[in-house]
């Protein structure tokens, strides 16, 4: 069971460039979610999704966008990488059970992006 | 702002020491749960407490939440050198049919060998 992967573990872009995050998961969970992790600032909410063609803004949405159409895959997408998104980019997934805020998240390792 | 913050944003114990970490929150909550971030790593769930319970645990941890003060604790009894590690509050805010779980910053925890 390979749980949240991530690909590719490490990106270097120059600013401008576009970019995709891959996130799969293989539990089957319905919620899925980004974040970046910056130095002293903890993981912020990028983009979540709740289920397949439904997704919805976090605390950092912008520049980045998100699709889900299937319930595995959670690809994140830098439209135009600007120095300011060099981070740790985190994918997360989780059942809904009878609440989805009651729910553990499960991560991945990681991707970590430096944009030059 | 962060939802949550810990406190302290850094640690430094003996080994077998206790550990004691402490995060508040500014608006009503479900639910709280802690995480554990090793250095390279993704996060790894610790403890979930719901937002009627009071006190719970989980090996040699101990959560405790006071909703009145809008904040919770994370004892660690008999500390390893394992155990270092960064510490996560995470707390779900709910909108409308779905939600978002917010992290603090995290309190840095070294365990000195």
């Known amino acids: 069971n390979a749980g949240v992967t991530q690909t590719p573990k490490f990106q270097v872009l120059k600013t401008g460039q576009s970019m995709t995050l891959q996130c799969a998961q293989d539990?089957?969970?319905?919620?899925m979610s980004w974040y970046r992790q910056d130095p002293g600032m903890g993981l912020r909410l990028i983009h979540y999704?709740?289920?397949?063609?439904?997704?919805d803004q976090g605390e950092v949405p912008n520049g980045y966008n998100v699709s889900r159409s299937t319930t595995e895959d959670f690809p994140l997408r830098l439209l135009s990488a600007a120095p300011s998104q060099t981070s740790v980019y985190f994918c997360?997934?989780?059942?809904?059970?009878?609440?989805?805020?009651?729910?553990?998240?499960?991560f991945g390792d990681g991707t970590r992006l430096s944009i030059l | 702002s962060q939802q949550g913050e810990e406190d302290p944003q850094a640690l430094s114990i003996q080994e077998g020491e206790n550990a004691t970490m402490n995060c508040s929150y500014k608006?009503?909550?479900?639910?709280l749960q802690w995480y554990r971030q090793n250095s390279g790593r993704g996060l790894v769930h610790l403890i979930l407490?719901?937002?009627?319970?009071r006190e719970k645990h989980s090996g040699r941890l101990r959560v405790t939440l006071d909703t009145s003060k809008k904040s919770s604790s994370l004892l660690i009894t008999a500390s390893r050198a394992a155990d270092t590690a960064s510490y996560f509050c995470?707390?779900?805010?709910?909108?409308?049919?779905?939600?978002?779980?917010?992290f603090g910053s995290g309190t840095r925890l070294l365990v000195r060998p």
């Open positions: 997360a997934s989780s059942t809904a059970g009878t609440g989805a805020s009651n729910q553990p998240q499960h």
């Open positions: 539990m089957n969970h319905e919620y």
């Open positions: 999704s709740v289920g397949a063609g439904i997704t």
């Open positions: 608006t009503s909550i479900n639910n």
């Open positions: 407490i719901r937002s009627n319970e």
């Open positions: 995470a707390t779900a805010l709910r909108r409308d049919s779905s939600y978002k779980l917010i």
